[in-house]
Structures are given as structure tokens and as C-alpha cells.
């Protein structure tokens, strides 16, 4: 048998052909060019994935690490996050610690903590910024700036006219969000849910939140005088029902519902990510509908499709 000639492989072909360079460099008989047509973006948490596979189209490779309904808080690389981040050429985390684990990858690989850049004057302490749809509008400005550098002048100008639409949405998705909550009769404009993951989204439209594991437990136990605090909270707010973020309902919840005498709603709030199978709009519409009809108002859900349409027509 002759000897094996490897070709240069061409860039296009190498996502087709990796497993078969892949068992190759296992014979380590040969020392392929590691050779990619495409720039590799890691995303880690957070709405990231989404913002930036809408942004980079077929112009970049974009590798997620935190699954769609992972939690970034307890997030530990596994060693395929590592061989990713390796092999990437931009890595985008969502910053101000929302996952700690992220705040800790050193490379040469400029990591980006997106929603830090993007609203650079922020104080608070609640990372989960996307549920106002202008801080994930502000993100899309930041990581369209930073793929920018990465792509050829073609590419750029798609880029550009991907960022303006995503904006766009965005932003209609913000205004459209006030016109929902404006449907929730004005004394019943609370959100009670566990952890302090929406002051983003009840600041911006004037809900009083509150959080039902963060202020009232210690180390997630609550106490019975804490019990009986929360329970006068809760029914002095106007609240109608309790927002889960998980499904099944927490045991802390279910003492809450039964104390407060609320019903624990049906449907959960996504705190963390997207929900399954939606997008950055897809998630934010159906957040703010769940909260608004579960509060006493009504959702234009027909409105909500059509943003949700316009933004999976990103391309
Ligand atoms: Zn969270």
C-alpha cells in the first residue's frame, strides 16, 4: 500500500472532513495545519448564543457552552468548553458574574464580558440585564463590534445590516412590552418570583418585584418569622399568582402558595437563558406575557409573533 498524500485540505471542506482528520491526528503518524474558513466565537451564557448566532450568520462558527436551560450560576467548564475556547478567536460571556466561571478563563483569546461593555454605568447587582430588551439591544451593539474585526468586507457590511434589524426588533420589542404591562390593572403590578433575576425588566416597567428566595431566606432556608414576613408581603402587594422558574415548583414556593393563600403559576418564568426552543425575542415576549397574564392583564400574542418572526428572518 502507498503512502497516504493528504492534501491541503480546502477551508470549506473542513467541517465535512474533521472526523476523518480527526481519527488521522489520532495516528499522530501526521501533523495536520489546524485550518478553519470560518471564525470560531465561543458564547457562554445567558441570551449570548442567540444574540450572537443572529449576528455572525455563515460568517462565523458560533459555539454555545451553557445549554438553553443550563444554570451559568453553578457553570463548570467541562474539558469540550475547554478544547473549544481554545480553538476560538473571540470568546463572549455576559459579565457582571453571572456566571463565575467564566470570569476565570485566561488566554490569549480576548474574553469579552458583553453586558459589562454595554451598560457601563450600571451598579446594581442583578447580571441578568436581557430582560429589558434595550440592554439586549445594547448587546447586540457590542458584539457586533467585536466580530466586526473578525470578518471580510463582504461579510462586514451583511453584519451591519444584521445588527441595525436585531436593534430594531429589539427596541419594538421594548415598546411593545410597556403596552402589556399597561394592561395589568395598576394595583396589581408586582412580580413575585424566586431569585432577584428581573429587576432589569420590573425597573423598566414599574412592577414591584419580589423575591421570594434572595430576601427572605438564609442559605436558601427560611425561617418561620421569615415565613410569616414574606407571607404579609406577598398578600399586601396586589400579587395574583407566584412566578416559578423551574418546573417542578420549589418546596419554598409551595409553602409560600399555601401561606399567602396565592396559586403558584402554571407557567414558569425563564430567569437564565432562553426557553426551549426560542430565540432572544421568542424568550422576552413569552417572559413578559407569562407576567402579564398571570398579574390580570392581557398579551397581544398575535404582535408577539410577528416580532418573534421578524427576528428569526435575521439572516
Ligand atoms: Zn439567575
Known amino acids: 500500500m502507498g503512502m497516504i498524500i493528504i492534501p491541503r485540505i480546502m477551508p470549506r471542506l473542513r467541517p465535512l472532513l474533521s472526523p476523518f482528520l480527526a481519527g488521522l491526528t489520532a495516528m499522530a503518524a501526521f501533523q495536520l495545519p489546524v485550518y478553519s474558513a470560518t471564525q470560531v466565537v465561543v458564547a457562554i451564557d445567558g441570551v449570548l448564543c442567540d444574540l450572537t448566532r443572529t449576528l455572525a450568520g455563515s460568517a462565523a462558527e458560533v459555539v454555545c457552552l451553557i445549554p438553553a436551560d443550563g444554570d451559568p450560576h453553578d457553570y463548570r467548564l467541562r474539558p469540550s468548553d475547554r478544547r473549544a475556547l481554545a480553538n476560538a478567536s473571540?470568546?463572549?460571556?455576559?459579565?457582571?458574574?453571572?456566571?463565575?466561571?467564566?470570569?476565570?478563563?485566561?488566554?490569549?483569546?480576548?474574553?469579552?464580558?458583553?453586558?459589562?461593555?454595554?451598560?457601563?454605568?450600571?451598579?446594581?447587582?442583578?447580571?441578568?440585564?436581557?430582560?429589558?430588551?434595550?440592554?439586549?439591544?445594547?448587546?447586540?451593539?457590542?458584539?457586533?463590534?467585536?466580530?466586526?474585526?473578525?470578518?471580510?468586507?463582504?461579510?462586514?457590511?451583511?453584519?451591519?445590516?444584521?445588527?441595525?434589524?436585531?436593534?430594531?426588533?429589539?427596541?419594538?420589542?421594548?415598546?411593545?412590552?410597556?403596552?402589556?404591562?399597561n394592561t395589568i390593572p395598576k394595583d396589581q403590578r408586582v412580580l413575585v418570583s424566586e431569585h432577584k433575576a428581573y429587576s432589569h425588566l420590573t425597573n423598566r416597567y414599574g412592577l414591584q418585584q419580589i423575591t421570594m428566595l434572595d430576601s427572605f431566606t438564609t442559605g436558601g432556608v427560611l425561617r418561620p418569622s421569615s415565613l410569616m414576613k414574606i407571607t404579609a408581603e406577598v398578600k399586601g402587594s396586589g400579587a395574583e399568582t407566584l412566578f416559578p422558574e423551574s418546573l417542578p415548583v420549589s418546596k419554598t414556593m409551595r409553602r409560600i402558595s399555601r401561606t399567602t393563600g396565592l396559586p403558584v403559576n402554571g407557567a414558569p418564568l425563564f430567569a437564565d437563558g432562553l426557553a426551549p426552543d426560542r430565540s432572544?425575542?421568542?424568550?422576552?415576549?413569552?417572559?413578559?406575557?407569562?407576567?402579564?397574564?398571570?398579574?390580570?392583564?392581557?398579551c397581544d400574542q398575535a404582535a408577539a409573533d410577528e416580532l418573534i418572526a421578524r427576528w428569526s428572518a435575521i439572516r
Open 280 to 298: 432572544t425575542v421568542g424568550t422576552a415576549t413569552l417572559n413578559i406575557c407569562t407576567v402579564v397574564n398571570g398579574q390580570g392583564g392581557k
Open 90 to 181: 473571540l470568546v463572549l460571556h455576559n459579565g457582571f458574574n453571572l456566571t463565575p466561571a467564566a470570569e476565570k478563563i485566561s488566554g490569549s483569546v480576548p474574553d469579552i464580558a458583553v453586558a459589562e461593555l454595554a451598560m457601563p454605568s450600571y451598579r446594581g447587582n442583578d447580571p441578568h440585564v436581557w430582560h429589558d430588551p434595550a440592554n439586549s439591544a445594547a448587546m447586540v451593539a457590542v458584539v457586533a463590534d467585536r466580530l466586526e474585526p473578525l470578518l471580510t468586507a463582504t461579510q462586514r457590511s451583511a453584519l451591519k445590516a444584521r445588527a441595525t434589524e436585531a436593534i430594531s426588533v429589539l427596541n419594538a420589542v421594548g415598546e411593545w412590552g410597556r403596552e402589556q404591562f
